[in-house]
């Protein structure tokens, strides 16, 4: 079993910055990639950002040079640093966890909500 808990979401004006936090605990052995997704409303999943094993990241263009991906490896946690947030950045996002050998889960989501 794999537990995965999200802190960090809330709501901010336009221009804020807020951090998101999930911890994984559990089976939590061969961890490929931690990341974030997030889902606006009538709208599908789209990759935030992701950190692999070896430290190597990606981002959405979207967000590049605003957000900031960070993992404490000793503590299994991956960190979503937001700044200069948008409206067009609310969602619910979501910590993804990747294994070599047994596929991803999922967190439960926080609400990010971005005032104009």
């Known amino acids: 079993q794999v537990q995965l808990v999200e802190s960090g979401g809330g709501l901010v004006q336009a221009g804020g910055s807020l951090r998101l936090s999930c911890a994984a605990s559990?089976?939590?052995?061969?961890?490929?990639?931690m990341g974030w997704y997030r889902q606006a409303p009538g709208q599908q999943r789209e990759l935030v950002a992701r950190?692999?094993?070896?430290?190597?990241?990606n981002y959405a263009d979207s967000v590049k040079g605003r957000f900031t991906i960070s993992r404490d490896y000793a503590k299994n946690t991956v960190y979503l640093q937001m700044n200069s947030l948008k409206p067009e950045d609310t969602a619910v996002y979501y910590c993804?966890?990747?294994?070599?050998?047994?596929?991803?889960?999922w967190g439960q989501g926080t609400q990010v909500t971005v005032s104009s």
């Open positions: 993804n966890v990747d294994f070599f050998s047994r596929g991803a889960y």
């Open positions: 559990g089976s939590i052995f061969s961890i490929n990639a």
């Open positions: 950190s692999n094993s070896i430290g190597r990241t």
